[in-house]
């Protein structure tokens, strides 16, 4: 078992140096579903303790992008490296070593537009089930850390509701949770507003906000604007699978050159 | 006693009490080997259906045509048919293959030959049961599972089959219900289940309306008792899911 644990954490690739290695590297990243390509060619570098905001019209390739990142979408080709770390990739793109997926996955924690709590279990069994199941940590520590993690997004009094009884900025709120729990490297939200009521939206981005501030490593695809200038480090807008500009938020906001990210910026404002 | 005379049921009573002379330990021990082969055939129609729904569902195409003919023909044949047709198949293979190894003629036990045919019939159903319920199962909460590292095999164990427990619980308790009366088909081959042991009882003794009455009886209270427990498992399958009557909170 100790072994087996030791053999799992790989030494990361050479190419990085340990004091200024990316959290997240994206090179050159294709997907294509059938014969449509979504993403035409993406790079993108997220430093530790950035926050990355992804911005870009409807069907731009956000999600897809951020899904390829933890392969819930095999890329077509491209790379993707974390925190140092190349995942293998067979000639199509598929994962060439499940195990490291799996290992890789729970260092990248994702926070999902439609939550996706797993509905037959409580809020602090949400949150303890992958430190228990996946990383093998004993029950009560699991515990005690989710009960703290569920005081932290304002939950302490529901740890025995289960999901569909709560709000949406309830569930949002115990899905950052439960991303938490896995004290995650980097943190991938979709869309984490785009489903709940106008009135749930701040809870919500209090609580991002939050471990943004804390210095969390996040690539966040979001519509809001204003929190995207507000928090983000970096902002990528996206357009038709390309990266058509990016930049600190206030060039990219405060003075955007392309045309189309001009369009953009009017027409959700 | 002297309530039973008076409506005429002495005679009725003393056929069915379970000493000699009277049928009712045969009677009980019919039901006994139904239930036996019910709980058998049930259980291995779970474990053939799961195995059908994930087939039916992830498999390639080979398999999934493969398990598309088990379902339909099984679930066009009428029952009695299959068991004719699977019980003297199977035994007949299942001699000329110890015939082969050089074995003699092998002695199958009822019990056994029962639960294989039933099972086999009541996977062809689940499958479609436990299909109907993974689908149900909202995919961002497998996609949830996979996107925190979860193996596949977990995944499926921790949340695909406990979520769609909600989905399924209806149609299982419906299958078990079926699996409880159709061992009475068993009859047919001459095993003794409830239904064999009853018309036994009431052809040696004429007294058809009272036997079979009390064999309905019998297969009622089966019915009653599984509907309780299958009430308490569905109330926690879906304890998860907002009930309906009561709205949201
Ligand atoms: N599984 C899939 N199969 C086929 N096409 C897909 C699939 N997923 C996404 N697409 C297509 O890829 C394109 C990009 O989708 P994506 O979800 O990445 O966009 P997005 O930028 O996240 O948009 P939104 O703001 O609406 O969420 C869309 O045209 C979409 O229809
Ligand atoms: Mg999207």
């Known amino acids: 078992m100790p072994s087996a644990a030791l053999a799992d954490q790989a030494p990361p690739t050479a190419q ?47 999600s897809t992008m951020l899904r390829c990142i933890n392969f819930l979408e095999t890329p077509s080709a491209g790379k993707i490296i974390i925190d140092g770390e190349e995942i293998e990739m067979r000639a199509d793109g598929s994962p060439a070593n499940r195990r490291q997926i799996e290992r890789i996955r729970t260092r990248l924690a994702m926070v999902f537009q439609s939550f996706n709590l797993w509905s037959h279990r409580t809020l602090l069994e949400n949150v303890i089930e992958v430190p228990v199941h996946v990383l093998k940590q004993p029950r009560a520590e699991a515990i005690a850390k989710a009960r703290k993690l569920l005081v932290r997004v304002g939950l302490a009094d529901k740890e025995e509701a289960f999901p569909a009884f709560l709000s949406g900025g309830q569930q949002q709120r115990a899905a950052i949770a439960r991303a938490l729990a896995v004290d995650p490297g980097v943190m991938l939200f979709d869309e984490p507003t785009s489903a709940l009521d106008p009135e749930l939206v701040g809870e919500v981005l209090t609580v991002i906000r939050d471990l943004a501030a804390e210095g969390r490593t996040m690539l966040l695809v979001t519509h809001e604007m204003r929190f995207a200038r507000e928090v983000a480090d970096h902002v990528v807008y996206l357009y038709q699978g390309r990266i058509e500009e990016q930049g600190p938020p206030a060039e990219v906001f405060g003075n955007p050159k392309s045309e189309r990210l001009q369009q953009f910026l009017k027409s959700v404002s | 006693m002297i309530i039973l005379e008076w409506l005429g049921l002495a005679e009725s009573a003393a056929l069915l009490s379970l000493s000699a002379p009277g049928w009712g330990s045969n009677l009980l021990r019919g039901l006994a080997n139904s239930l036996q082969i019910a709980f058998g055939a049930f259980g291995m129609g779970l474990i053939i259906g799961l195995f059908g729904a994930y087939g039916k569902l992830y498999g390639g195409p080979v398999l999934r045509d493969l398990l598309a003919i088990y379902t339909t023909v099984i679930r066009a044949v009428p029952e009695l048919v299959l068991i004719l047709i699977l019980y003297y198949v199977g035994t007949d293979l299942i001699n000329k293959a110890a015939a082969l190894m050089g074995y003699g003629r092998v002695e199958i036990s009822g019990v056994v030959a029962g639960i294989w045919v039933l099972g086999i019939v009541q996977g062809a159903y689940a499958t479609e049961v436990l299909r109907g319920a993974i689908l149900a199962v909202p995919p961002g909460q497998i996609e949830a599972a996979r996107a925190y590292g979860m193996p596949a095999l977990m995944t499926m164990r921790r949340v695909t089959i406990p979520a769609m427990m909600a989905f399924a619980t209806p149609g299982l308790a419906n299958l078990w219900l079926i699996a409880t009366k159709d061992t009475a088909l068993l009859a047919v081959v001459g095993f003794n289940e409830l239904t064999l042991e009853t018309k036994q009882a009431a052809s040696s003794t004429r007294a058809y309306f009272t036997f079979f009455l009390a064999a309905g009886g019998l297969y009622l209270m089966v019915t009653l008792c599984s509907g309780a427990v299958f009430a308490r498992i569905e109330k926690w399958a879906r304890r998860g899911q907002p009930s309906l009557r009561e709205g949201r909170s």
């Open chain 1, 16 to 62: 990085a140096t340990a004091t200024q290695r990316a959290a997240v590297q994206v090179e050159d990243l294709h997907k294509s579903f059938g014969n449509l390509e979504v993403l035409k060619g993406v790079s993108l570098t997220a430093k530790q303790g950035d926050v990355v905001a992804i911005i870009g019209g409807s069907g731009s390739g956000k």
